[in-house]
């Protein structure tokens, strides 16, 4: 059962980001706290809300049908989150603990509100294809679960570096299920990723296949409960190989 | 345990499925006589593709691939899904179809007899969702087709695309499908029923073979492989609501007569609802499941956007039966009827 890239793949499987490079070199740490790195290694993979902790699916099926949506929707998500748990963690000691999950939710509000205006002024287009699930990002469950389950008890930059690991996790398993779904829906990657960089990128667009006519289910939200399902068994089978 | 009468059964499951297959042959006869040779052609792809399929994911999964592949399980499926399906669709179509039948809703879910959904009705709806016009361009009955394709034009249609022949020369629309939408346009039913396509009760053709399904399936009842609760109340199910929206506007919904013997009525009531794995198990509970089945075929053949409604139909009341089943358990005797269990006061 066991191969020999086995042992490497669960390592590099989680799109490794810049800021995961650390956890790699854990001889010559120094750099950062054995505290952070294992905040990264948890946000990115071994609690990862996307396809561990099964958080924040809302978004995750309902925008995940192309690769510009799915980074877009990620990323605005991950700007909430890492601003979210650092403005908690700074007013922590201040907020009565009873009225606690009022207070966090109202300061979530404000800052969705300050990111979906934000977008509204700088890339209008990309504002109109995501619509309504921006202001969601309010209730999307996981940034509330990192703000109450982390940075109501934890330092400001544990909590900023905590919500921005998850947060890139659970972009990265967008990305991954956005492209998936484009790919075998439409033929293509990166469709509409003028709506986010301007006029300038229209050629960037990668078409796939010639003469593809599409296959409407992985488009449908089928093809999202499907692709997720099968992503979260990968995950499985990988840690379960690590793991023997 | 040991409990009596203490009779050895004598069927296996590949000798149920061989069974059934079995069944299946006098509609799959006179498909071929009256629609042309293409009904080969998509038995034999569907059957290989699900050879294939299932024995590639039980090497996945570990398993042996001899008493799995030799329980005919994956062959049943492969068959109701070609009796399903277009003939003459293009080949990867039946590869996508068995793809989902038998990898995603079979395999995944944990093999035969731990599947939620019937496997041949998922393969069905992810097609009828995915590629909609593909799935409407039924091979014209021989009579009615320009054009009368021998068993080699059926492969060479299937692989090679249509290539001189235009694929209106030998397709036509379903009689479900006409009379949906000619009957939204407005056309008075009887120019509807007027068109060649239609025949005494069904589609011109269509009638013979559901007659044929029907003559299996009374097969099956006689071999005792299926109780007469899941057919009789899908069809009682499925002609009394299409006879009420029938009363109430008759311009609009078509005859009961014409629902039983068109679509996949007689296949469905008698191969597909009457599954094992994915039907109800208690008497009553058969007849809730099919009977509901029956109603949600014809309302979705009514107000729906697709052209049939047994697959999604069937589906959704898949879902159902784990708590159909709960709430029928029959009374164990002796047991007072308040304390069986998954009842409520």
Redesign the interface.
């Given at each position: 059962?066991s191969s020999p890239e086995a042992a490497t793949l669960p390592n590099s499987a989680p799109l490794s980001t810049p800021g995961s490079a650390p956890e790699l070199a854990a001889p010559r740490a120094g750099f950062l706290s054995q505290e952070s790195r294992d905040i990264i290694v948890k946000g990115l993979w071994t609690q990862n809300p996307g396809v561990v902790q099964l958080l924040g699916l809302c978004p995750l099926l309902a925008i995940s049908n192309n690769v510009v949506n799915a980074l877009s929707l990620g990323l605005a998500t991950t700007l909430v989150m890492a601003m979210s748990s650092g403005s908690v963690a700074l007013v922590r000691n201040f907020i009565p603990h009873e009225i606690r999950i009022p207070a966090f939710v109202l300061i979530i509000a404000v800052l969705v509100t300050m990111v979906e205006l934000a977008m509204h002024a700088w890339v209008p287009a990309l504002y109109i294809v995501l619509g309504v699930f921006l202001p969601l990002i309010t209730t999307n469950c996981i940034v509330l679960a990192r703000v109450e389950a982390f940075a109501s008890k934890r330092s400001t930059s544990h909590s900023v570096l905590d919500a921005t690991m998850m947060g890139l996790g659970l972009t990265a398993v967008l990305v991954v299920l956005g492209g998936v779904r484009e790919a075998i829906g439409k033929g293509t990657l990166f469709s509409g990723i003028d709506l986010a960089l301007g006029p300038v990128a229209k050629g960037w667009v990668i078409p796939l296949a010639h003469d593809y006519?599409g296959?409407?289910?992985a488009i449908?939200p089928?093809g999202a409960f499907?692709g997720l399902?099968l992503l979260i068994?990968l995950r499985n089978r990988l840690m379960m190989r690590d793991n023997g | 345990m040991i409990g009596s009468p203490y009779i050895l059964g004598r069927n296996s499951t590949s000798a149920i499925m061989l069974k059934v297959m079995l069944a299946l042959i006098p509609g799959i006869v006179a498909h071929a006589w009256l629609f042309g040779p293409g009904i080969w052609v998509s038995l034999f792809l569907c059957s290989a593709f699900a050879i294939v399929f299932e024995a590639l994911l039980l090497l996945m999964r570990?398993l042996p691939l001899k008493p799995f592949l030799s329980d005919n399980s994956a062959l049943l499926t492969a068959w109701l899904l070609a009796l399903s399906l277009p003939t003459l669709a293009p080949w990867w179509l039946y590869a996508?179809g068995m793809l989902f039948a038998i990898v995603?809703a079979k395999q995944?879910y944990g093999g035969l007899g731990q599947n939620l959904f019937n496997p041949a009705m998922i393969g069905y709806a992810?097609l009828i969702?995915?590629?909609p016009v593909n799935m409407t361009q039924w091979a014209a009955p021989v009579g009615l087709a320009d054009h009368a394709l021998t068993l080699l034009d059926a492969f060479d249609v299937v692989f090679a695309g249509q290539g001189s022949i235009s694929a209106d020369a030998y397709t036509s629309a379903t009689v479900l499908d006409t009379w949906k939408t000619q009957a939204r346009l407005g056309t008075p039913s009887e120019s509807i029923l007027s068109q060649p396509i239609f025949g005494w009760a069904g589609g011109q053709g269509h009638e013979i073979v559901a007659l044929m399904y029907l003559a299996g399936g009374l097969l099956l009842l006689s071999l005792k492989l299926i109780t007469w609760h899941i057919p009789l109340a899908f069809l009682a199910g499925l002609a009394a609501t299409a006879g009420v929206l029938h009363l109430i506007d008759p311009t609009q919904h078509a005859s009961p007569l014409l629902h039983l013997f068109s679509g996949g009525a007689m296949l469905g009531a008698f191969f597909i609802a009457t599954d094992p794995v994915t039907a109800a198990s208690t008497p009553r509970g058969k007849l809730i499941y099919a009977g509901m089945a029956g109603l949600l075929t014809a309302i979705i053949r009514a107000f729906g956007g697709y052209p049939d409604g047994v697959a999604f139909a069937v589906l959704l009341m898949n879902v159902c039966v784990p708590f159909i089943d709960t709430y029928t358990q029959p009374r164990v005797f002796g047991h007072h009827p308040g304390h069986s269990k998954g009842r409520k006061s």
């Open positions: 059962m006519n296959f409407l289910l449908l089928p499907i399902g068994a | 570990g996508i995603v995944l992810a969702v995915s590629f």
